[in-house]
Nanobody
């Protein structure tokens, strides 16, 4: 299993970024895919999750209405569209898949929201 995030960077408050996760080594369409983030000195937290087949989406309360998760089963990619970014969104963002009892993570991509 390999997961690779891209798309992070520095953005001003109110701006937008789109993160991408490229996945390989498993049947992408069959598993829930998630975005987590970890800010300095804080625990890693769930940002958004997309459930396979039914394509239900779950969001943390702090990002509802601003972040939107999507996946392309044909390309084995997942995205996170982040709008109206706030300084408190600053964190390393990770792509995640849980297969059985094993959680797989990407290397993370830094998102910094600052003026």
């Amino acid at each position: 299993v390999q997961l690779g995030e891209s798309g992070g960077g520095l953005v001003q408050p109110g701006g937008s970024l789109r993160l991408s996760c490229a996945a390989s080594g498993f049947t992408f369409r069959s598993y829930a895919m998630s975005w987590y983030r970890q800010a300095p000195g804080k625990e890693r937290e769930l940002v958004a999750r997309i459930i396979p087949r039914v394509e239900d989406k779950i969001y943390a309360d702090t990002v509802k209405g601003r972040f939107f998760i999507s996946k392309d089963n044909a390309k084995n990619t997942m995205s996170l569209q982040m709008n109206s970014l706030k300084p408190e969104d600053t964190a390393v963002y990770y792509c995640n898949v849980l297969i059985g009892s094993v959680a797989y993570w990407g290397q993370g991509t830094q998102v910094t929201v600052s003026s």
